[in-house]
């Protein structure tokens, strides 16, 4: 049995919203990977960026997530941690991958800036050239593909709560 269990999606799909509420329901603790970066880094994630560039940055948070160890914690990492292969496969031996799936449409309506929220994005990039680019990505690295599609929060992390549950995970 795994001891933690690993949020990965889209920047928008819930990771930290759906994380702490799971986190609660599990007992267990929760922690947003972005803050640890900002934490260590002393900088923002836009500023991070801003600094280091797109590279730079994932170099960064690829070394961060790689590093980090915890038990009983539902952890949610940044949308890019997919690039980082060290990270991944940190993750997937100390947890459970829940990929938080949602439609593009879905995404775009809740998305504002994506520059303001510390996203990594390729100069000309679109939300559609990301979400083509990672949608394959989250789906490789993932145990349990958690389909938001029609379901609100309460229902999203019930269902997931159930998907570990039946799978051994937790």
Do not use: W
């Amino acid at each position: 049995m795994k001891k933690n269990v690993i949020l990965i999606g889209m920047p928008g799909s819930g990771k930290s919203t759906i994380g702490v509420v799971l986190a609660k329901l599990l007992c267990y603790q929760f922690v947003d990977m972005d803050i640890v970066i900002q934490e260590q880094e002393k900088r923002l994630l836009r500023e991070i960026i801003a600094d280091e560039g797109n590279d730079g940055f994932m170099e960064i948070e690829n070394r961060v997530n790689a590093e980090y160890n915890a038990e009983y914690t539902v952890i949610a990492p940044g949308g890019s941690v997919i690039y980082g292969r060290e990270a991944m496969e940190h993750l997937k031996e100390i947890g459970t991958i829940v990929y938080l799936k949602l439609s593009y449409k879905s995404l775009e309506e809740r998305l504002g800036d994506l520059r303001a929220r510390g996203v990594v994005l390729k100069d000309g990039y679109t939300l559609r050239d990301l979400y083509n680019e990672r949608t394959p990505l989250y789906e490789k690295y993932a145990d349990i593909i958690m389909d938001e599609g029609n379901m609100d929060l309460i229902n999203t992390v019930e269902s997931i709560k159930a998907s570990l549950e039946k799978g051994g995970y937790v």
